[in-house]
């Protein structure tokens, strides 16, 4: 089993960064995929970005140039770095795991992720 904790969210300018961080307990981090989500109120879920555990990295377009997910395995934890941020990034960001087989259409299935964090929030103003 896995549990997420993710932190970093906060208030930030338009233009301005954030770099989120989830931290996954377990030892078999390793193993899973690893995925940001976000959802902006009144809004459904939508993929942001996902790293596998062989380092592949997917990113939704919206995020595609402004956004950068990496992990460290050695300290089981996931970073989303986000840059030039807009308005329409608003939302709460989740962090999530999952073993399956990995390609563009499953790291961008919420369906796919077997754990999941309580979501860290993020604002930007304009």
């Known amino acids: 089993q896995v549990q997420l904790v993710e932190s970093g969210g906060g208030l930030v300018q338009a233009g301005g960064s954030l770099r989120l961080s989830c931290a996954a307990s377990g030892r078999t981090f390793s193993n899973y995929h690893m995925g940001w989500f976000r959802q902006a109120p009144g809004k459904e879920r939508e993929f942001v970005a996902a790293?596998?555990?062989?380092?592949?990295?997917y990113y939704a377009d919206s995020a595609m140039g402004r956004f950068a997910i990496s992990r460290d395995n050695a300290l089981n934890r996931v970073l989303l770095q986000m840059s030039s941020l807009k308005p329409d990034d608003t939302a709460d960001y989740y962090c999530?795991?999952?073993?399956?087989?990995?390609?563009?259409?499953?790291?961008?299935?919420?369906?796919?992720?077997?754990?999941w964090g309580q979501g860290t929030q993020v604002t930007v103003s304009s």
């Open positions: 790293v596998g555990r062989n380092m592949i990295t």
């Open positions: 999530a795991a999952g073993l399956f087989s990995a390609h563009d259409r499953t790291v961008a299935a919420g369906t796919s992720y077997n754990y």
